[in-house]
T-cell receptor, first 114, second 113 residues
Framework: NAGVTQTPKFQVLKTGQSMTLQCAQD?????MYWYRQDPGMGLRLIYY???????DKGEVPNGYNVSRLNKREFSLRLESAAPSQTSVYFC?????????????FGPGTRLTVT | SQKIEQNSEALNIQEGKTATLTCNYT??????LQWYRQDPGRGPVFLLL?????KEKRKERLKVTFDTTLKQSLFHITASQPADSATYLC????????????FGSGTRLLVRP
C-alpha cells in the first residue's frame, strides 16, 4: 500500500518548456488535489478533482492544466513553464471533497524553472 | 479579506515542556479545522480534526481546541520530545459549499533535548 506517489521527485526546466507531473493513489479515493507550496505562503490549491471525470480550478490555476486519467491518477501539466512556477508541488487525495475528510499527501515534486 | 495566520517565527522549547501553537482566521466560518505535521522534504501528514461544535479534541499527547467566537484554534503537544520537531499546519474548510481546505503557512517547532 504505497498511498500517494508522485513523479518526478525533482525537475529543472528552462522557461517555455513543458512538463507533466504524475500522481497516483491506491486508496480508492474519489477526490484528488494539486497544491503548490512556496516559502511563507502555505499550501495553495491549483486544481482539484472531486470525482473521476470532473476537475475544477482552485486558488491559483493560471498556467496549469490537469487530467483525471482514471480514479487512481491525476496529472498536472505546465504548458509553458515560467520562473514564477518554481515551487514544490504536492498531490493529495481524500475519500471525498469535504472539510471533514483528512487528506493524504504525496512526497512532492521540487520544480525549478530557470 | 479571508486569512489564516500562524506564527511564522519558530517556537523553540525544552524537551518535556508543553508546546502551544496558534492558528487564527478571519472572515471564514469553518465547520471543520484540521492540523497536519510536515517534516522537511516531505508531504504533510494529518494529525487531528475538530468540528465547530467541539471545544476540544485529544489524541495521545496532542490536544486541539477550537474557539469559533475568537476564531482561533490552539494545538498543544504535552511532554514534548525532540522527535516532535517539525512544521505544523492548520487547515480549515471555507464554510461554503466548495468544501475545499485552506491551509495556513505553518509554524516550525524545535524541541531541544
Amino acid at each position: 500500500n504505497a498511498g500517494v506517489t508522485q513523479t518526478p521527485k525533482f525537475q529543472v526546466l528552462k522557461t517555455g518548456q513543458s512538463m507533466t507531473l504524475q500522481c497516483a493513489q491506491d486508496m480508492n479515493h474519489n477526490s484528488m488535489y494539486w497544491y503548490r507550496q512556496d516559502p511563507g505562503m502555505g499550501l495553495r490549491l491549483i486544481y482539484y478533482s472531486a470525482s473521476e471525470g470532473t476537475t475544477d480550478k482552485g486558488e491559483v490555476p493560471n498556467g496549469y492544466n490537469v487530467s483525471r486519467l482514471n480514479k487512481r491518477e491525476f496529472s498536472l501539466r505546465l504548458e509553458s513553464a515560467a520562473p514564477s512556477q518554481t515551487s514544490v508541488y504536492f498531490c493529495a487525495s481524500s475519500e471525498v471533497t469535504s472539510g471533514r475528510d483528512e487528506q493524504y499527501f504525496g512526497p512532492g515534486t521540487r520544480l525549478t524553472v530557470t | 479579506s479571508q486569512k489564516i495566520e500562524q506564527n511564522s517565527e519558530a517556537l523553540n522549547i525544552q524537551e518535556g515542556k508543553t508546546a502551544t501553537l496558534t492558528c487564527n482566521y478571519t472572515n471564514y466560518s469553518p465547520a471543520y479545522l484540521q492540523w497536519y505535521r510536515q517534516d522537511p522534504g516531505r508531504g504533510p501528514v494529518f494529525l487531528l480534526l475538530i468540528r465547530e461544535n467541539e471545544k476540544e479534541k485529544r489524541k495521545e499527547r496532542l490536544k486541539v481546541t477550537f474557539d469559533t467566537t475568537l476564531k482561533q484554534s490552539l494545538f498543544h503537544i504535552t511532554a514534548s520530545q525532540p522527535a516532535d520537531s517539525a512544521t505544523y499546519l492548520c487547515a480549515l474548510d471555507r464554510g461554503d459549499s466548495s468544501y475545499k481546505l485552506i491551509f495556513g503557512s505553518g509554524t516550525r517547532l524545535l524541541v531541544r533535548p
